[in-house]
């Protein structure tokens, strides 16, 4: 059985707002892809808003949406940050994170009231993106002869798959990227191409 290399995400940064006795939060989406990504944009916010009371997040990450945090930042647990990731999923969304920054009206809220807030004003700011299709990928080296080039090229482009990067020395190298769905076509492909053995090697794993 195939596995669905496609999935949902967000084509660009988006935001929402959510108002309750005095307090205010301020929720921000953006396409990543990365930890990395999310860490950097986290990091920046915080300084941004470094007058606010708390700044929780939720992401998801992935084809299968494996890669996941949910940081509620100081308030009650399960208040903020859980509440956050259910909305992305509930969208059916990954690569996605979603920061939502709480000035403190100061009237407590009450965990009901919390949950109500971020998941009200993550849901305005995923429901303002807009939504791009995406499909994951492996990256492959693929190692073969002068001659072998031209037909090599024939299959990468047969295959719908991406030529990254290109090597021509003693061996000639392609770096490609395939969608997930593809790779065993790929692999087959070049397994039957005529002359030395070409070698392909899985260098970045799918999500």
């Known amino acids: 059985m195939t596995r669905s290399d496609k999935y949902q995400s967000i084509a660009g940064e988006a935001s929402g707002l959510y108002k309750d006795s005095g307090s205010r939060f301020i929720a921000f989406a953006y396409p990543v892809d990365s930890t990395e990504k999310v860490k950097a944009i986290v990091d920046s916010l915080r300084r941004e808003y470094h007058d606010a009371r708390h700044c929780c997040y939720a992401y998801r990450i992935g084809c299968s949406g494996g890669i996941w945090r949910a940081n509620d930042d100081g308030e009650p647990s399960g208040s903020a940050g859980r509440p956050i990731l259910g909305q992305i999923d509930s969208a059916g969304l990954s690569d996605v994170l979603v920061v939502v920054v709480r000035y403190f009206g100061g009237v407590l809220l009450g965990i009901p009231g919390l949950i109500k807030a971020y998941r009200t004003s993550t849901a305005d700011a995923l429901s303002k993106a807009k939504r791009v299709t995406k499909y994951a990928s492996s990256t492959f080296r693929v190692t073969f002869s002068w ?3 031209d037909t090599v090229l024939k299959t990468v482009r047969d295959s719908g798959a991406e030529i990254i990067s290109k090597s021509f020395d003693n061996q000639c190298v392609f770096t490609v990227s395939v ?24 260098i970045i794993q799918s999500k």
Request: proline share 4%; aromatic share 4%; glycine share 8%.
């Open 147 to 149: 001659e072998q080039t």
């Open 179 to 202: 969608r997930l769905s593809e790779t065993d076509i790929f692999i087959g492909r070049l397994s039957s191409v005529e002359g030395n053995p070409i070698q392909v090697e899985n």
